[in-house]
T-cell receptor, first 115, second 113 residues
Framework: KQEVTQIPAALSVPEGENLVLNCSFTDSAIYNLQWFRQDPGKGLTSLLLIQSSQREQTSGRLNASLDKSSGRSTLYIAASQPGDSATYLCAVRREEETSGSRLTFGEGTQLTVNP | NAGVTQTPKFQVLKTGQSMTLQCAQDMNHNSMYWYRQDPGMGLRLIYYSASEGTTDKGEVPNGYNVSRLNKREFSLRLESAAPSQTSVYFC????????????FGSGTQLSVL
């Protein structure tokens, strides 16, 4: 069974700092990996989607990397801002689940960026 | 363009009561999903609909039923609510089942007493 772990569970940084959020998964046979953002009382917003054949994806100040062999992904946030404060979740889809929709989610890292 | 709209936002039920959570999307997506989010458990898939006219069980379907009313709407029904169903429920949609980004609604916070 695929398990997804995100460490740390919470992170507090000063504004302007570059930071890295971590996601690890136990089964390296994945189809893709997504990073989401969740604001309090809101749904999830997809930030970046990395296919299993890709090493990284970039969107603005965000860069996500994927290392399938080691079962790890990182989300790099450059020059953090208070508006980046949210919970960040990663989710993986395993290769044999492409016929359905069985994403396995991590529990997220709650990020606070202090002004 | 509202995206994914869920109603209601909050609901309190007594054990044994029934209710239906509504979800609609205006992005012409083929696939729709219902998830629940619980502390310590993350998000878990309840049911999904790959396309209009089809529905399939997810990871935790017991105690729930769904209806894909048309391409836009996907409802989740609790026939006899139990305290274990206290959770935050999210509806989501995507263009297709695989290889696509998910778009989420803002959630329904349900408490069963």
């Amino acid at each position: 069974k695929q398990e997804v772990t995100q460490i740390p569970a919470a992170l507090s940084v000063p504004e302007g700092e570059n930071l890295v959020l971590n996601c690890s998964f136990t089964d390296s046979a994945i189809y893709n990996l997504q990073w989401f953002r969740q604001d309090p009382g809101k749904g999830l917003t997809s930030l970046l989607l990395i296919q299993s054949s890709q090493r990284e994806q970039t969107s603005g100040r965000l860069n996500a990397s994927l290392d399938k062999s080691s079962g790890r992904s990182t989300l790099y946030i450059a020059a953090s801002q208070p508006g980046d404060s949210a919970t960040y979740l990663c989710a993986v889809r395993r290769e044999e689940e492409t016929s359905g929709s069985r994403l396995t989610f991590g529990e997220g890292t709650q990020l606070t960026v202090n002004p | 363009n509202a995206g994914v709209t869920q109603t209601p936002k909050f609901q309190v039920l007594k054990t044994g009561q029934s209710m239906t959570l509504q979800c609609a999307q205006d992005m012409n997506h083929n696939s729709m999903y219902w998830y629940r989010q619980d502390p310590g458990m993350g998000l878990r898939l309840i049911y999904y609909s790959a396309s209009e006219g089809t529905t399939d069980k997810g990871e935790v379907p017991n105690g729930y039923n769904v209806s894909r009313l048309n391409k836009r709407e996907f409802s989740l029904r609790l026939e006899s609510a139990a305290p274990s169903q206290t959770s935050v429920y999210f509806c989501a949609s995507s263009e297709a089942l695989n290889n696509e980004k998910l778009f989420f609604g803002s959630g329904t916070q349900l408490s069963v007493l």
